[in-house]
C-alpha cells in the first residue's frame, strides 16, 4: 500500500525558512514524478513544484521561484521542499502527491494517483 506522509511544517516569521519532506513507502518502483501542492483557507489547492526522478527536471510555480527548492533522495525514498524568504502569503496546508503518467514540467493538481494528508504551514508578519 503506498503511503506518502509529510514532516517539517510549523510557524515561522517572514524572511524565514522551513524544510518539509514526505516520505514515501510501499512503492515497487520509484515514482515517476512526484509534487508539492498547498491549499490556502478558502482557496483552490495549487501547484508549488514538481521534479522529474527519471532526469531530475524540476519546475516550479512563478511565485515561489527563486525561493523555493524540490528534491528527491532515492536512497532514502524522500522528497523534499526547501523554502527559503517565505511570506505570509505562503501560509497554507501543504501536501506531496507521486505518480503522474504525463507532463511532470506542468505544476498543476490534475494526475497525481497518491496524495498525502498534508502539513500546516503558517507565516507571520
Known amino acids: 500500500q503506498v503511503q506518502l506522509v509529510e514532516s517539517g511544517g510549523g510557524s515561522v516569521q517572514a524572511g524565514g525558512s522551513l524544510r518539509l519532506s514526505c516520505a514515501a513507502s510501499?512503492?515497487?518502483?520509484?515514482?515517476?514524478?512526484l509534487g508539492w501542492f498547498r491549499q490556502a483557507p478558502g482557496k483552490e489547492r495549487e501547484g508549488v513544484a514538481t521534479?522529474?526522478?527519471?532526469?531530475?527536471?524540476?519546475s516550479y510555480a512563478d511565485s515561489v521561484k527563486g525561493r523555493f527548492a524540490i528534491s528527491w533522495d532515492n536512497a532514502k525514498n524522500t522528497l523534499y521542499l526547501q523554502m527559503n524568504s517565505l511570506k505570509p502569503e505562503d501560509t497554507a496546508m501543504y501536501h506531496c502527491?507521486?505518480?503522474?503518467?504525463?507532463?511532470?514540467?506542468?505544476?498543476?493538481?490534475?494526475?497525481?494517483?497518491?496524495w498525502g494528508q498534508g502539513i500546516q504551514v503558517t507565516v507571520s508578519s
Open positions: 502527491a507521486a505518480e503522474r503518467t504525463w507532463a511532470c514540467t506542468a505544476v498543476v493538481v490534475p494526475g497525481f494517483d497518491h
Open positions: 521534479i522529474s526522478t527519471t532526469d531530475s527536471t524540476t
Open positions: 510501499g512503492y515497487t518502483y520509484y515514482p515517476n514524478c
